[in-house]
C-alpha cells in the first residue's frame, strides 16, 4: 500500500498528512527494498518494450523512429499509474471494485464440480419422478450411482473418516425415490392401466436398483432415516474445512491489457518446478513424467501424488484413460525396492484399475491394446467417423499385465503378513479378495468384448486360482458381488450361482486354448476342486485321461506344484470314502520323501543341501499363503491310518518270504520298530502315536482299544463329514482287526464257529463269511468253510525248516525262470527268421560235423541265454527305479 501511496504523492504536489505517514514507512530496510522493486520492475518494463520491437535486421532510422514510439507508447503515465494505484486505496471508487468482480469468473475445484453435477442429476430426478418420466429418473440416478463411487474412492484416497462422507441429498434422493416408485406401481395396479413398456421397464429397474443400493447402504440410511437434521449437521461438521486461500495477482499481457490468475492451480513440484495440474496440461505433465520414470533420482511418491492430481482435474475419457494407465503401473512400481508394495497403496491401485475397466466396459469407443499405431499423445482424441463407420481409439497398454501384476502384488502382501502373530491384518488382507475377484470378472467381460483371445484365457486361469480350493459357500459369495450387468459367455448367467457348474465351465474354456501350461493347469484345477468336495472318480478319471503323470516332472514348477497339491486332495478324497488301498497308493510317494512341506510350496526346508540366499529368495516367493496351505497333519494321519489297516495283517502272515516282502511302507515299518525298540511306551500324545499304539493294539488281537484310539484322533474334526469318516474307519478296524486275527491264531485252531468270530468283532455273520471266503479265494488262508455246520476248518501243514527254505528256494527258482524265459521269447522272436535262413542254406555232408555243429550253437545259445537273462533283470529294476522316480519335486 505504501508504494502506491507513494506513487501517488509523486503525481501530486499537495499531499495530505496520511502520504506524509505513508513516506515515513518506507525508511529504513523497507524503503530500500521497495526502492529495488521500483528499478526491477523498470528493468522489466524496458525489457518488455525490447521484444514488441519489429525484428527487422538492419538498424535504419526509421526502426528506430518506432521503436521510440513504441516504448512512448508502453510506458505508463503518472496519471494512469496514480489511477491504478487508487484502485488497492480503502478510498478509491467502488465503481470500479463492482466491475472487476463482475469480469471475474467462479472458477471451481474438480470436487466442487462433481458435486454440482450431483446436484443437478437430483434436481433432474425429481422432475423426472412429477412427470413419470422414469426412463430419465434411471438415467440420472445411474449419474448419482457413479459419483458416490468416485466419492467414495476420493474419500479412501484422502484417508476423511466414513463417519459422515456419503452426502445428506443422496440419502434424500433415494428415500423420497423409492416412496414415489412404491406409490406408482400401487396406484397402477389398483387402477388397473397399462403403462408404456418402456416407462414400465425403467420402472421395474429402478425399484431392483433402489433395493439393491438400499441393502449396500443400509447402516448409513438407518442413521439418516432415524434423524435426518442431525446426520445433516454432522455430515457438515465432519467436511467442514477450511478453503484455501485464492490469491489473485495481475499480469501485464503483451497488448496492454490486464489478466487475473489464481495461484491456487499453481503446483510447485520438487526442485521448485512448477507442475501444470490443469486439464489442459495434462497430456505435457504425462510426458514429463513418462520422460523422468525409471531414473535414479525420481521420487516415486511425488510421482503418485502428481498423477493422482492429475486424475481430479481431467475431464475427458481419453484423459482419464491416460491417467489410469500411468497412475496404477506408477503405484506397482512403488514396491521395486521393497518385498511388497503397502496394502493401503494396493487396495488404492485395485480401485484404480477398477475404475479403468469400468470406464472401458462403459465406453466401447475407447481400447486399450499392446500394439497400437503411431499418434500424438499431447493431443485430445475422440472417435471419428471414418466411410459412414466409427473408428475405436486404441491408446497403447496392456491390461492384462496391470492385472496380474495387481494380482500377483495380493499373493506377496498376503506371503509377507504372519497369519499368526497378526492374524486380524491377515483377515484385513484377505478381504480385499472379493473385490479383487470381481475385477477379474469384469475385465474378462472387457477382454471377451474386444475379442482377446489370449488375454481372456489368463484372465480366466487367474480367476479360477482364486476359486478352485474354496467351499462353494465362498465362491457364491464372490459370485454375488459381480455386477448384474458384466456378461460372459463362458460363464452363463444362469449357472453364475452354481460353483462347480461355474468351476466346470471356466476349465472347458481353458481346455480349448492353445497353451498347454493354461491347459495343464485347468486340469489341475478341476482335479483338485472334485477332490475337495468328495468327487473321487470324477478326479482320478480326469487325472488319468490326462496323463500329466506321464510329463509333469517336464512341467514348471508352478505347475509341478499344483500337481503336487491336486495329488494329496485326491488320496485325501480316497480316504473319505473309504477307499484305504488307493489312498495308500496315491500318498505314498509323497510321504516317502519326508519333504511334503517343501512339495506343497508350503515352507522352505533345508536339509543336507544348504541353500545359496538367491535360491532361498526364489523359493520364498513360491510359498503360497497361508489360507492356501494343506493340513499336513491331516495328510498324514490319512497315509498313516491306510497303512495300519493294509500292513498290519500282511505283518501277521508270516508263513512266507513273500508276504514279509508285501510290506511297502518302509515309513510306516520304520516307525514301529521304532516302537518296538523302546522300553516304555506312555501315553499318545500325538497323532503318530495314537496310530502306533493303535497298530500294536490290533497286532494283539485288541480291536476295540485300535478303534478307540483311531477315532479319538483330533484332526479327524478337520474333515466336512466327520461322522461318515468315523463309521467307516470303525467298520475297516473290525474287519482287519479280524483277517488278523486269522492269520496270528489259525495256527492254534482246528477249527472256528463263525458265530463265534461274528460275536467277538461285532460283525454280521455274512460279513464274517465273506470275508473268509475271500482269504480263502486268494491263497491266504489254508482253510475251508463247513457251510452246515457254520465253522471255518483250518488245514494245518507242519513244515520243517528244511522244507520250509526248499519252498523258498522252489518259489525263487520259479520266477527266475518264468522272468528268463519271457526275456528269451522277445529275443528270439527278432532273430528267429534269420536263424531259419542260415540253417536251411547249409549243406552238410557228414553227419557227425553236423551234430558238432549243432551242439556248438546250443552252447552259444545258453551263453547268450544267460547275458539275455542279466539284460533283462536290469532292464526291471530300471523300470521300477524310472517308476518309483516320478516324483516331483520343486526345483
Known amino acids: ?97 463492482e466491475e472487476e468482480e463482475e469480469d471475474k469468473t467462479v472458477v471451481l475445484s474438480a470436487k466442487d464440480k462433481r458435486f454440482a453435477e450431483m446436484e443437478a442429476a437430483i434436481h433432474n430426478i425429481n422432475n423426472a419422478t412429477r412427470n413419470n418420466d422414469w426412463v430419465l429418473a434411471s438415467t440420472e440416478l445411474d449419474k448419482v450411482f457413479r459419483f458416490i463411487q468416485r466419492h467414495q474412492v476420493t474419500v479412501v484416497a484422502t484417508t476423511v473418516s466414513a463417519a459422515g462422507h456419503i452426502p445428506p441429498s443422496f440419502l434424500e434422493i433415494l428415500v423420497s425415490l423409492e416412496k414415489d416408485v412404491n406409490d406408482t406401481i400401487s396406484s397402477e395396479k389398483s387402477a388397473k392401466k397399462k403403462m408404456a413398456p418402456g416407462k414400465a421397464k425403467a420402472l421395474n429397474g429402478l425399484k431392483q436398483t ?7 447402504f443400509e447402516a448409513v440410511l438407518k442413521t439418516y432415516i432415524e434423524d435426518p437434521s442431525a446426520y445433516t449437521a454432522a455430515y457438515e461438521a465432519a467436511n467442514a474445512a477450511p478453503a484455501p486461500k485464492k490469491v489473485a495477482k495481475k499480469v501485464q499481457l503483451a497488448d496492454g491489457g490486464d489478466q487475473e490468475q489464481s495461484e491456487d492451480f499453481m503446483t510447485i513440484g520438487k526442485g521448485g518446478k512448477a507442475l501444470n495440474l490443469t486439464p489442459e496440461g495434462v497430456f505435457k505433465t504425462l510426458r514429463e513424467i513418462f520422460e523422468n520414470r525409471g531414473r535414479k533420482n525420481t521420487d516415486r511418491t511425488e510421482t503418485i501424488k502428481i498423477l493422482s492430481k492429475l486424475l481430479e482435474v481431467s475431464e475427458t475419457t481419453y484423459q482419464k484413460i491416460r491417467v489410469l494407465l500411468a497412475l496404477v503401473p506408477a503405484r506397482l512400481d512403488y514396491s521395486q525396492n521393497l518385498a511388497h508394495i503397502p496394502h493401503e497403496s494396493w ?18 469407443d475407447y481400447v486399450v491394446q499392446e500394439t497400437v499405431g503411431e499418434y500424438d499423445d499431447l493431443v485430445e482424441r475422440e472417435p471419428q467417423v471414418v466411410n459412414g463407420k466409427k473408428e475405436r481409439v486404441a491408446v497403447a497398454g496392456s491390461m492384462i499385465s496391470l492385472l496380474e501384476s495387481l494380482d500377483n502384488e495380493f499373493t506377496k502382501t498376503l506371503q509377507h503378513t504372519d497369519a499368526h502373530e497378526k492374524g486380524s491384518d491377515y483377515i484385513e488382507r484377505l478381504r480385499q479378495e472379493a473385490p479383487l475377484y ?39 459369495h464372490f459370485e454375488s458381488k459381480i455386477p448384474s450387468g458384466i456378461k460372459s459367455s463362458v460363464v452363463p448367467t ?5 460353483a462347480e457348474t461355474l468351476i466346470h465351465d471356466l476349465c472347458v474354456f481353458i481346455y480349448g486354448s492353445d497353451a498347454p501350461v493354461l491347459r495343464a493347469r485347468a486340469i489341475l484345477f478341476h482335479i483338485f476342486n472334485h477332490a475337495s468336495h468328495g468327487r473321487y472318480h470324477q478326479a ?59 512339495l506343497l510350496a508350503q515352507s522352505v526346508q533345508r536339509y543336507q543341501q544348504q541353500l545359496s540366499p538367491e535360491q532361498e ?33 500282511l505283518l501277521a502272515s508270516v508263513d512266507t518270504e513273500e508276504q514279509r516282502r508285501r510290506v511297502t511302507s518302509k515309513v510306516f515299518k520304520r516307525l514301529l520298530d521304532l516302537a518296538d525298540r523302546q522300553a516304555f511306551m506312555g501315553p499318545p500324545e500325538n497323532t503318530r502315536d495314537h496310530i502306533i499304539k ?62 463265534h468270530l461274528s460275536t467277538t468283532f461285532s460283525l454280521p455273520q455274512q460279513s464274517v463269511t465273506s470275508i473268509i471266503s475271500r482269504m480263502i479265494y486268494t491263497d491266504e488262508l489254508p482253510a475251508s468253510l463247513d457251510q452246515i455246520d457254520k465253522v471255518v476248518i483250518f488245514h494245518r501243514v507242519d513244515q520243517t525248516e528244511v522244507q520250509r527254505l526248499a519252498q523258498q528256494l522252489a518259489e525263487r527258482t520259479s520266477s527266475l525262470l518264468e522272468q528268463n524265459e519271457k526275456t528269451l521269447d522277445l529275443k528270439l522272436g527278432s532273430n528267429q527268421q534269420n536263424n531259419n535262413d542260415q540253417r536251411s542254406g547249409q549243406t552238410t555232408t557228414n553227419q557227425e560235423g553236423g551234430n558238432k555243429n549243432e551242439r556248438r550253437g546250443n552252447n552259444g545259445g545258453r551263453g547268450s541265454y544267460r547275458g539275455r537273462g542279466g539284460r533283462g533283470r536290469g532292464g526291471f529294476n530300471a523300470g521300477l527305479g524310472s517308476t518309483m522316480g516320478r516324483r516331483v519335486t520343486a526345483q
Open 438 to 476: 470381481t475385477l477379474i470378472a469384469k475385465a474378462q467381460s472387457l477382454f471377451e468384448r474386444d475379442a482377446t483371445t489370449d488375454s481372456t484365457a489368463r484372465a480366466v486361469v487367474r480367476r479360477l486360482e482364486h476359486v478352485y480350493a474354496k467351499p462353494d459357500i465362498i465362491i457364491e
Open 347 to 364: 487396495v488404492l491401485g485395485l480401485n484404480e484399475l477398477d475404475q479403468l475397466v469400468t470406464l472401458l466396459l462403459d465406453n466401447p
Open 694 to 755: 493303535a497298530s500294536k493294539a490290533l497286532q494283539a488281537g485288541e480291536w476295540e482299544k485300535a478303534r478307540d484310539l483311531i477315532l479319538s484322533i483330533k484332526i479327524w474334526s478337520l474333515l466336512e463329514n466327520v461322522e461318515q469318516v468315523k463309521d467307516i474307519l470303525a467298520k475297516k478296524i473290525q474287519e482287519e482287526g479280524l483277517r488278523t486275527y486269522l492269520f496270528t491264531y489259525s495256527s492254534y485252531y482246528a477249527s472256528l464257529s463263525l458265530s
Open 210 to 216: 433402489l433395493k439393491k443400493k438400499q441393502k449396500e
Open 540 to 598: 482320478r478319471d480326469l487325472l488319468l485321461m490326462s496323463h500329466l503323470q506321464d510329463t509333469i516332472q517336464h512341467a514348471d514348477v508352478t505347475t509341478q506344484i499344483l500337481y503336487n497339491r491336486a495329488i494329496m486332495q485326491l488320496g485325501l478324497a480316497a480316504f473319505k470314502l473309504g477307499y484305504i488301498v488307493e489312498c495308500q497308493t496315491i500318498l505314498g510317494d509323497m510321504f516317502a520323501t519326508q519333504r511334503q512341506k517343501e
Open 1 to 97: 500500500m505504501s508504494f502506491f501511496a507513494k506513487l501517488e504523492g509523486s503525481s501530486d504536489s499537495s499531499s495530505s498528512s496520511g502520504s506524509d505517514s505513508e513516506e515515513s514507512i518506507l525508511s529504513g530496510d523497507e524503503g530500500i527494498a521497495q526502492d529495488r522493486k521500483l528499478a526491477e520492475a523498470k528493468k522489466t518494463k524496458n525489457k518488455a518494450s525490447m521484444f514488441l520491437r519489429s525484428d527487422a535486421e538492419d538498424s535504419d532510422e526509421e526502426s528506430e523512429e518506432e521503436s521510440d514510439e513504441d516504448e512512448e507508447e508502453l510506458s505508463d503515465s503518472d496519471d494512469e499509474r496514480a489511477a491504478r494505484g487508487n484502485k488497492f486505496l480503502m478510498g478509491a471508487d467502488s465503481t470500479d471494485e
Open 617 to 649: 529368495l526364489i523359493e520364498k516367493r513360491r510359498l503360497l499363503p497361508f489360507h492356501m496351505h494343506l493340513n499336513v497333519e491331516l495328510l498324514e494321519a490319512a497315509y498313516l491310518t491306510s497303512c495300519m489297516l493294509i500292513e498290519v495283517p
Open 494 to 498: 444362469e449357472t453364475k450361482r452354481d
